[in-house]
């Protein structure tokens, strides 16, 4: 069996593609499957050497702008071309995973595997992290031709899949919350599971202990899109830091090749803020992702609820995997388990007074949080293994069918081409 990862934003170590990417190939590797993958064009010399990863892609999701009727058609047409070129002498993938799909992709990928019947069409496992519009809510009036797009471009996948009705079932796809997959469904009357997407599982963590008392550290960290609310911190923890004497802050934040890159004062400010406020804004590698992460008695996510109405975050699913508590804008649906369990306080206001109360409100039910939070680890589970699985088992399934339906039609010929001859009386 042959799996190929496909994902055009894989660009620089650390972060959610790399991470994706990273813990796909581990389970991958435990199962005997040989893998591939294609990223970006850009990608650093550590993600070509450390993941194998071929450079192909010129576009991703991030580079769009939605401004232009004609771009979702050129961006189909330099995907796809670059698609071809990549997989131009690689043998047929038996498995395709798409870590983090959009409707360019999903449409690059429908016309290659028309153009190329060289055999059975190949299963597709894919995550749908945000919207069509990946800036904005799915609700939003101004996400209206990206839906038509998004509609179009599944309609050629499922085609070129031969998924219709009745037939084998060879498209699984993802969503990382209910609100997104229920959108989803909707748009294109396709089954959707609710899993979050890959991501590390970080080697020797455990549950985290609670830890009551006056010292606590709060990590915020993630690439510093406008929508993750950094320009908020610097005020905030200014006013934390003056009511609440025993707190430390680790804020890590990257701008380069994000839509915040005229935003470098505001870690400027935080910079600013002295010795309680440590800032990164380096890509972390994986193990200095998870000492931060083991560092954290809380983790802040000040982002925008209008954006993340339904979209999930990495960052909220390994909390909750460790056992750390949150502080999350009110209406985020990634954060409403937590919510909802006792372990998450809501940022109300979306200002940066509104962060400040948020914080202090959680300083202040610091072990009852960390309680609540504690069970909710020991309760969640990591299922990739389990749909890793599942997408492995329809593969071997449907080899195993084939194969025995060619070894059916082959004696069958046989038959035909040497009748028994029946012996006189």
Known sequence: MRALIIDPALRSKGGHHYNAVLRLQREMSKLGIAFSCLGSAYADREVVRDLGCKPAFTKSVYGRDYADAGEFARNVAETGRQLSQALRWAPAADLLILPCCDQVLAMAVARYLKRRRLGSAPHVLLWLLYGPHHRTATDDPSAAAANIECSEAFANLRASLNTGAGSERRLQAHCETPAMAAFYRALLDLDIEITPGPGLVLAGQTVRAEKPGSAATVVCTGFANRPKGYRLLPAAIEHVLQCHRHVTFLVHGIVDGSDAEDEQSTFDRLSALGKRVVVRQDVLAEE?????????????????????KTRGSGVFTEAQRLGIPVIATEGCAFAQPAFEGGWGVEIAD????????????????????????????????????????????????????????????????????????????
Not at 396 to 419: E, K, M, N, S, V
């Open 288 to 308: 200095e992702y998870a000492a931060w992460l083991a560092r954290a008695d809380l983790v802040l996510l000040p982002y925008d609820r209008h954006v993340y």
């Open 350 to 425: 979306y200002t940066s007074d509104g962060v400040a109360r948020a914080a202090l409100a959680a300083l202040g039910r610091l072990e009852e949080l960390s309680a609540r939070a504690g069970i909710a680890a020991r309760a969640a589970s990591d299922t990739l293994d389990i749909v890793l699985g599942d997408a492995v088992d329809a593969v071997r399934i449907r080899a195993a069918a084939g194969l025995a339906g060619r070894a059916r039609r082959l004696i069958g010929r046989i038959f035909r081409a040497r009748p028994f001859a029946i012996p006189d009386a």
